[in-house]
Each structure stands twice: as structure tokens, then as C-alpha cells.
């Protein structure tokens, strides 16, 4: 019941999936971090908020150019929180580090006594970290066997269940959705019944080598895959996405993190949100264009609604109108030279925006 009131709540909001984390080497590499301090233009003494501070390559460019902002740096998983925590040894009174998600952010900001309309600039960096990806046991990764756990938390939250225990219980028509909503996988159906019927075969589903073989067996000879970039790819790609975004509620948190940059920005406040996705990209683009409704992105872009619905005044204006000027006309990209230097980043897509409302 808890697992199938999840899904629920976690398809609902999207009906879309999202993509596989992909990461360099460690240490992380922050990606288009030229173009987002173009942007964000920080000054000394201003306050800024890096949303998903990861291995603080963010963070650092800031202190670049501007070496007495103050910043918090918030993150969900510990290890990234404990490097925080080491930046803030260095600079005391101005770097803030949070442990939390962003939709814990506003009860930490409580705490900070800081308030609504108090920040200057706000970026989010989304996805996993190297950190994350290229270590076995955190088991987001084909390549590397691990426990199948997928928690950008780790253990941090109690009730947060790992890939391998929601696996454990899902019921079949549940997981098929998860894997064609999340991961777009044309063969969920296929891919979710075997998956059950490894229940009764083998002890329990527990690692990452256990998983991306029993899905490469089940979608028999069509092993050989390309993903959106022509590249080759393993056949569990998308099934491992699927999970990750299931098991961190990340959509959710992406369009929460975004209601929240507008409440917290100053008038004049910049925010840059930098997307691997286009679903993550459609999130961010349809809260710059002003296409919400009560914080929930509407499900259907406007050119799709059909001629029979008519909505009135009230409803038209509130999507219609945005609390934001974009900053970036055309969405930026990396370089040539950035892909060369840093593959991780080349999928990557950048939105900058000012807060005039
Ligand atoms: C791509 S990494 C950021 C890398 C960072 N910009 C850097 O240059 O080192 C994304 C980070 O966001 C964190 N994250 C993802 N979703 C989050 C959420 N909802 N709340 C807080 N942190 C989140 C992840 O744990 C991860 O550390």
C-alpha cells in the first residue's frame, strides 16, 4: 500500500519520465560553470543558494569572482553534505552548509533565520554526482556491482526505501508504469514481469549485476541498444533511471525546488537551473514561462488542449503570465571543447531567469 500510494503521488504530478544520471570521473566536474556565473553575476556580500551543491564545484566558481558572497550549500546526500561542511571550515560566516532536499529547504531556511524574497541567486545543478555514480555501493551504476540501493539519501531517512526492497514488493502493473513513465522503456511490460517472476527463482533481486542481467536476458535478442545520442548503451539503462528517479521522488523535487526559487529570490534575483533531460528541461521551462498552476506544472502544454475545453479569464491569465524574464532567449549548451574535456556534460542544457514579479 505505501509503495503503491507513492507511485501514485510520484506519477501523478508527471507524466513523464527522466533520465540516467551520467557522471565523469571523481572528483565532479561542474558543468557550464562559465556560463552560469555569467548569469548568476555575483557580487561580494550577496547571498546565494547552491540547491544541489555535490562536490561544491558551483560553490567554488562563485567564490571565484566574488570570494565574500554567502552561500548555502544544501544537498540530500551526506557525502556531499560533509564536503559542505569541510568548505565552511574554510569559510566561516559564509558558506551555510544544509543536509536536506528542497523540499525540506524552507523549514532549514527557518532555522537560518532567513526568509522569503532574502536571496540573490539560486542555481540548480541537477542529477547525480561522480560522487554518487561511480561508486559501486551507492548501486546507481550498470557498470559496477553493488547493493541495489539508488538512495541519493543513503540512510538518512528511515522510511526511504532502496530500489531492492520496492522491487522486493512491487506489484507488476505498478512497476511496468514506473519503467515507461521514468525510463520511457518500450519493453516495461516485459522487463516488469520478469522481474516478478525472478521472485520465485532466486532469493532476492540484490544487486546491480543482478538486475542489468535479468533485464538484458528478458529483452532477448534487442541487447544491442543506442540511446538519444547514438551511443551504445546497456539494455538495463532505462530500467536503472526508472529506478533511481522512483526511488529519490526526483520529478516532485525538481518542480518543488523551482515554486521554492520563486518565493525565496528577491525582486531582481537571479536563478540558473541546468538540465540533462528534456523532461527535466520541460519542468524548468514551463515554470519560466509561467505555464503553473498552484506550484503544479499543468500536464499538457497549452498547444495540446483541446478545442472542446475553454478555460476562463482568471485561469488563462495565472498561465499565461510569468514571475520571470528568461535571460537565456535560446537554451545554452556546452561547448565543443567542454564535451571533449567533460562527456558528462554533454547533454546538458542551461536556463537563466530574473524574478520581476
Ligand atoms: C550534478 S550534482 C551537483 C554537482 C555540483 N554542482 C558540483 O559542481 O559539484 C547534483 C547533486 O544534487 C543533489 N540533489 C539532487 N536532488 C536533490 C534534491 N531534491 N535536494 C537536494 N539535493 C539534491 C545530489 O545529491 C547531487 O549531489
Known amino acids: 500500500m505505501v509503495i503503491i500510494g507513492r507511485i501514485s503521488s510520484r506519477l501523478g504530478l508527471f507524466k513523464i519520465g527522466l533520465r540516467w544520471c551520467s557522471a565523469a570521473a571523481a572528483p565532479h566536474v561542474p558543468v557550464m560553470a562559465a556560463e552560469t556565473i555569467k548569469h548568476l553575476k555575483p557580487q561580494d556580500g550577496e547571498l546565494y543558494i547552491d540547491m544541489t551543491f555535490g562536490a561544491g564545484g558551483h560553490t567554488r566558481e562563485i567564490l571565484k569572482v566574488a570570494p565574500n558572497a554567502k552561500i548555502v550549500a544544501l544537498d540530500r546526500d551526506p557525502v556531499a553534505h560533509e564536503m559542505a561542511v569541510s568548505l565552511a571550515e574554510k569559510y566561516p560566516n559564509q558558506i551555510y552548509p544544509i543536509l536536506g532536499r528542497f523540499s525540506e529547504l524552507p523549514q532549514k531556511l527557518k532555522e537560518l533565520d532567513s526568509h522569503q524574497r532574502s536571496i540573490d541567486g539560486i542555481i540548480f545543478d541537477f542529477g547525480c554526482s561522480s560522487m554518487q555514480f561511480d561508486e559501486g555501493e551507492r548501486g546507481f551504476a550498470i557498470s559496477k556491482d553493488g547493493p541495489l540501493d539508488m538512495r541519493m539519501d543513503k540512510d538518512r531517512d528511515p522510511d526511504a526505501l532502496t530500489a531492492a526492497e520496492i522491487l522486493a514488493k512491487i506489484d507488476e502493473a505498478d512497476l511496468a508504469r514506473i519503467l515507461k513513465v521514468y525510463g520511457e522503456e518500450k519493453y516495461a511490460k516485459k522487463i516488469a514481469r520478469s522481474i516478478i517472476e525472478a521472485r520465485f527463482s532466486m ?49 516532485n523535487e525538481i518542480n518543488y525546488g523551482m515554486v521554492l526559487s520563486q518565493l525565496y529570490l528577491k525582486i531582481g534575483g537571479r536563478m540558473i537551473a541546468i538540465t540533462f533531460h528534456s523532461l527535466e528541461d520541460t519542468i524548468v521551462k514551463r515554470h519560466l514561462m509561467g505555464n503553473v498552476l498552484d506550484g503544479v506544472v499543468n500536464e499538457l502544454p497549452l498547444k495540446y488542449s483541446s478545442h472542446t475545453i475553454s478555460h476562463g479569464r482568471d485561469v488563462m491569465e495565472a498561465v499565461m503570465t510569468s514571475d520571470w524574464r528568461q535571460l537565456t532567449k535560446q537554451v545554452v549548451v556546452p561547448s565543443f571543447d567542454e564535451v571533449e574535456e567533460n562527456p558528462r556534460s554533454r547533454s546538458a542544457k542551461l536556463r537563466a531567469a530574473i524574478r520581476v514579479r
Do not use: C, M, W, Y
Open 203 to 251: 532469493t532476492r533481486l540484490a544487486t546491480t549485476k543482478q538486475l542489468a542481467e535479468l533485464v538484458k536476458a528478458s529483452v532477448g535478442g534487442d541487447t544491442f541498444r543506442l540511446d538519444k545520442l547514438q551511443r551504445p548503451s546497456h539494455p538495463a539503462t532505462k530500467t536503472f533511471q526508472a529506478l533511481r528517479i522512483f526511488v529519490n521522488n526526483e520529478l
